[in-house]
């Protein structure tokens, strides 16, 4: 780990105190889980954004193979299998 300082406004310093005695742990690890979190919630909202702008990417394309029909191969060739352990 590596030290970090940051300056918390009197308010903020008071809820940070009285989190920390609620949930028995230190000041510190309230604050390593609040900024986990913020990170995890703003890293998946990039990913979110990446998947909207590929949203219908390869709309237009004509050499692809039919999804559905691949599909329909596939599960044939699962329920083939399942039968042949059987």
């Given amino acids: 780990m590596e030290r970090t300082q940051i300056y918390l406004t ?9 989190i920390a005695k ?8 309230v604050i ?5 979190r913020y990170i995890a919630r703003y890293q998946s909202q ?5 998947f909207r702008q ?4 390869w709309r237009d394309r004509t050499d692809l193979p039919d999804v ?3 599909r329909e191969e ?3 060739d699962l ?6 352990t059987d």
């Fill in 22 to 29: 609620q949930k028995g742990e230190s000041q510190s690890a």
């Fill in 32 to 36: 390593r889980r609040a900024v986990d």
């Fill in 46 to 50: 990039g990913r979110n954004a990446l």
């Fill in 54 to 57: 590929a949203q219908g990417l």
């Fill in 79 to 84: 329920l083939d299998t399942a039968e042949d």
């Fill in 10 to 18: 009197k308010e903020e310093r008071e809820a940070l105190e009285r």
């Fill in 74 to 76: 596939w599960d044939r």
């Fill in 68 to 70: 559905q029909q691949l």
